[in-house]
């Protein structure tokens, strides 16, 4: 059996909010989706085994994310596609523009936002220079953490399970912890040692940030 990706669209019919309804046999619905999408000239070259995402539109269109091969692609009513992305960044570095794309450039999911989002005021929205790379540099900017106002950043220890130390070479301005599907769940205002006793365990993101940068690293709550 050919191996396949499909995405499906469904809009459960609920009596009231929260509450959903049985169609029959005690089964929920719907009985069929509302939505079904495959490759329409090949269904076999539409393939991930796993992670991966979709998301339904305003203006109708779906955001597809094929998570296993680093690939995002956006499709109108018609199964046209209106842009498409591969996530340049794999298991050996930054890849080069025009070369092969190596194993590891797995994604999560993709969420478009509209540019109004909350999460956007105060960031600078101009396009930049490209992720990938190429033959010349001389163009792109390039952070170097050792540099970087928070060069030497040290976060210890982990896997954590009650205290997480951060020592930078200036204070930050702020540091904030996000579970993996990215909610807030710490901020505070620079403390070098901040207290996860409160939180579940699992995998988490920190990002610390210094005079409009700022610098992510994962760490594990053991």
């Not at 597809?64 to 692609?73: D, E, L």
Request: net charge negative; with cysteine; charged share 20%.
């Amino acid at each position: 059996t050919p191996s396949f990706s499909e995405v499906f669209v469904i809009e459960p019919p609920t009596t009231e909010p929260g509450v959903y309804e049985y169609i029959q046999n005690l089964t929920y619905g719907p009985l069929t989706p509302d939505y079904i999408y495959k490759d329409p000239n090949n269904e076999t070259d539409f393939f991930s085994r796993f992670l991966s995402s979709a998301q339904k539109l305003p203006n109708g269109n779906t955001l597809i994310c094929s998570g296993a091969n680093g690939y995002v692609f956006e499709i109108n009513t018609n199964h046209e596609k209106v842009w498409e992305y591969i996530f340049p960044i794999g298991s050996s570095g930054i890849m080069t523009q025009g070369n092969p794309i190596s194993f590891g450039n797995t994604l999560f999911r993709a969420i478009k936002y509209k540019p109004n989002y909350y999460g956007f005021i105060g960031k600078d929205l101009t396009p930049g220079d490209t992720i990938e790379l190429g033959e010349d540099l001389n163009n792109c900017s390039i952070l170097n953490i050792e540099t970087s106002k928070l060069g030497n950043l040290k976060m210890f220890p982990n896997p954590v399970n009650n205290v997480l130390n951060i020592k930078t070479i200036v204070v930050p301005d702020k540091i904030e912890i996000y579970n993996i599907l990215g909610k807030l769940v710490i901020s505070n205002l620079g403390l070098r040692q901040i207290d996860l006793s409160n939180i579940s365990h699992g995998l988490y993101i920190v990002k610390i940030y210094s005079n409009n940068t700022f610098i992510s690293k994962k760490i594990i709550k053991d």
